[in-house]
């Protein structure tokens, strides 16, 4: 299983940054697939948004009406667009799929990307 991020980078606040993972090895329209972010410091990570399997949303109330999570089944992708950016949005975002995969189709399993980087500034 390979979960691929790109798109994070360094942006002032008020801007804008979107984000996305392509995974494989995955029975993607059977997973329910989002994103979490570890801010510096800590030590958990946190759920920013997730969609799942039927297309249901749902956001973290930080990150409520600013950021926008979508899927595309045909292409593996999960997709999220940030605006509004603040410097607390500051964080590595790992893209996550819960469900079966293509070589365990009928257990439920836990898969991470490893991360990118979004930096926004004050």
């Known amino acids: 299983v390979q979960m691929v991020e790109s798109g994070g980078g360094f942006v002032q606040a008020g801007g804008a940054l979107s984000l996305s993972c392509v995974a494989s090895?995955?029975?993607?329209?059977?997973?329910?697939v989002g994103w979490f972010r570890q801010g510096p410091g800590k030590h958990q990570r946190e759920l920013v948004a997730i969609v799942t399997d039927l297309g249901n949303t749902n956001y973290a109330a930080a990150v409520k009406g600013r950021f926008t999570i979508s899927r595309d089944n045909a292409k593996n992708t999960v997709s999220l667009q940030m605006n509004s950016l603040k410097p607390e949005d500051t964080a590595v975002y790992y893209c996550?799929?819960?469900?079966?995969?293509?070589?365990?189709?009928?257990?439920?399993?836990?898969?991470w990307g490893q991360g990118t980087q979004v930096i926004v500034s004050s």
């Open positions: 996550n799929a819960k469900g079966p995969s293509s070589d365990n189709p009928t257990t439920y399993q836990d898969h």
């Open positions: 090895g995955i029975l993607f329209n059977q997973n329910d």
